[in-house]
Protein backbone atom coordinates (compact mmCIF):
# COMPACT_ATOMS: atom_id res chain seq x y z
CA UNK A 1 0.00 0.00 0.00
CA UNK A 2 2.64 2.44 0.97
CA UNK A 3 4.54 1.89 -2.82
CA UNK A 4 0.98 2.77 -4.58
CA UNK A 5 0.82 5.76 -2.51
CA UNK A 6 4.47 6.75 -3.23
CA UNK A 7 3.88 6.44 -6.79
CA UNK A 8 1.01 8.18 -7.23
CA UNK A 9 2.86 11.13 -5.44
CA UNK A 10 5.61 10.69 -7.51
CA UNK A 11 2.94 10.84 -10.98
CA UNK A 12 1.54 13.39 -9.36
CA UNK A 13 4.61 15.92 -9.11
CA UNK A 14 5.57 14.95 -12.18
CA UNK A 15 2.43 16.51 -13.32
CA UNK A 16 2.86 19.37 -11.79
CA UNK A 17 6.51 20.10 -13.33
CA UNK A 18 5.25 18.82 -16.68
CA UNK A 19 2.56 21.37 -16.21
CA UNK A 20 5.07 24.19 -15.28
CA UNK A 21 7.34 23.78 -17.97
CA UNK A 22 4.70 23.64 -20.57
CA UNK A 23 3.26 27.22 -19.52
CA UNK A 24 6.88 28.64 -19.31
CA UNK A 25 7.59 27.48 -22.94
CA UNK A 26 4.19 28.83 -24.20
CA UNK A 27 5.15 32.02 -22.71
CA UNK A 28 8.74 32.06 -23.49
CA UNK A 29 10.66 34.89 -25.45
CA UNK A 30 10.69 33.55 -29.32
CA UNK A 31 7.37 30.82 -28.40
CA UNK A 32 6.01 30.25 -31.83
CA UNK A 33 2.60 31.22 -29.81
CA UNK A 34 0.38 33.52 -32.07
CA UNK A 35 1.49 37.00 -32.32
CA UNK A 36 0.64 39.24 -29.63
CA UNK A 37 -1.01 42.79 -30.05
CA UNK A 38 -1.95 45.85 -27.90
CA UNK A 39 -3.47 48.89 -28.73
CA UNK A 40 -2.84 52.29 -27.26
CA UNK A 41 -1.11 55.47 -27.68
CA UNK A 42 2.15 56.50 -27.78
CA UNK A 43 3.44 58.67 -25.08
CA UNK A 44 7.37 58.74 -25.66
CA UNK A 45 9.44 58.06 -28.98
CA UNK A 46 12.89 57.25 -28.23
CA UNK A 47 13.78 57.43 -32.28
CA UNK A 48 18.00 57.17 -31.18
CA UNK A 49 17.43 53.89 -29.34
CA UNK A 50 14.50 53.00 -31.62
CA UNK A 51 11.90 52.45 -28.74
CA UNK A 52 8.51 53.41 -27.58
CA UNK A 53 6.64 53.89 -24.63
CA UNK A 54 2.95 53.31 -25.47
CA UNK A 55 -0.25 53.48 -23.07
CA UNK A 56 -3.25 51.42 -23.53
CA UNK A 57 -6.60 52.88 -23.06
CA UNK A 58 -7.55 52.87 -19.24
CA UNK A 59 -4.40 51.92 -18.33
CA UNK A 60 -1.99 53.52 -15.20
CA UNK A 61 1.48 52.16 -16.69
CA UNK A 62 2.91 52.35 -20.16
CA UNK A 63 4.55 49.72 -22.02
CA UNK A 64 7.64 50.04 -23.54
CA UNK A 65 8.53 48.22 -26.97
CA UNK A 66 11.49 48.48 -29.01
CA UNK A 67 12.04 48.29 -32.68
CA UNK A 68 14.46 46.52 -35.24
CA UNK A 69 15.16 47.74 -38.54
CA UNK A 70 12.85 44.74 -39.38
CA UNK A 71 10.18 45.96 -37.85
CA UNK A 72 6.91 47.19 -40.35
CA UNK A 73 5.40 50.68 -39.56
CA UNK A 74 2.54 52.48 -41.13
CA UNK A 75 0.88 55.66 -40.65
CA UNK A 76 -2.53 56.11 -41.86
CA UNK A 77 -2.40 52.62 -44.02
CA UNK A 78 1.13 53.83 -45.59
CA UNK A 79 4.22 52.73 -45.36
CA UNK A 80 6.16 54.72 -43.05
CA UNK A 81 9.25 54.51 -40.83
CA UNK A 82 10.15 54.23 -36.77
CA UNK A 83 11.19 58.04 -37.03
CA UNK A 84 8.34 59.20 -38.64
CA UNK A 85 5.86 58.00 -35.10
CA UNK A 86 5.35 60.67 -32.96
CA UNK A 87 3.62 60.96 -29.33
CA UNK A 88 -0.04 60.85 -29.70
CA UNK A 89 -0.53 58.69 -31.94
CA UNK A 90 -2.86 56.17 -31.81
CA UNK A 91 -1.18 52.65 -32.66
CA UNK A 92 -2.03 48.99 -32.67
CA UNK A 93 1.45 46.98 -32.10
CA UNK A 94 2.25 43.79 -32.86
CA UNK A 95 4.89 42.10 -30.98
CA UNK A 96 7.55 39.23 -29.58
CA UNK A 97 9.73 38.64 -27.03
CA UNK A 98 13.15 39.03 -27.85
CA UNK A 99 14.78 35.48 -27.46
CA UNK A 100 17.93 37.28 -25.40
CA UNK A 101 15.98 39.87 -22.93
CA UNK A 102 13.03 39.22 -22.57
CA UNK A 103 11.94 42.18 -24.08
CA UNK A 104 9.04 43.28 -26.00
CA UNK A 105 9.68 43.72 -29.40
CA UNK A 106 7.57 45.29 -32.18
CA UNK A 107 6.93 43.18 -35.64
CA UNK A 108 4.38 45.78 -37.04
CA UNK A 109 3.18 49.25 -36.21
CA UNK A 110 0.01 50.79 -37.32
CA UNK A 111 -0.51 54.02 -36.43
CA UNK A 112 -3.09 56.61 -37.21
CA UNK A 113 -1.72 60.11 -36.65
CA UNK A 114 -5.54 61.64 -37.28
CA UNK A 115 -8.89 60.57 -35.85
CA UNK A 116 -11.15 58.86 -37.59
CA UNK A 117 -13.92 61.55 -38.46
CA UNK A 118 -17.18 61.04 -38.19
CA UNK A 119 -19.15 62.21 -41.52
CA UNK A 120 -22.42 63.75 -40.71
CA UNK A 121 -24.78 64.73 -43.41
CA UNK A 122 -27.25 67.55 -43.42
CA UNK A 123 -30.41 67.91 -45.53
CA UNK A 124 -30.28 70.76 -47.71
CA UNK A 125 -33.39 72.99 -48.63
Known amino acids: ?6 MLAVV ?13 QRNAPGSTDQPTTLEGKITKVANDRG ?15 GTTDKTAVTIDGKEAKVADLKEGMAVTVTYAF ?12 EAKKTEDKKITETPTK
Open 12 to 24: AALGLVVGTIKAQ
Open 98 to 109: DGNSNHMVATKI
Open 51 to 65: VLQVTQKDAKESRRI
Open 1 to 6: MKNVAL
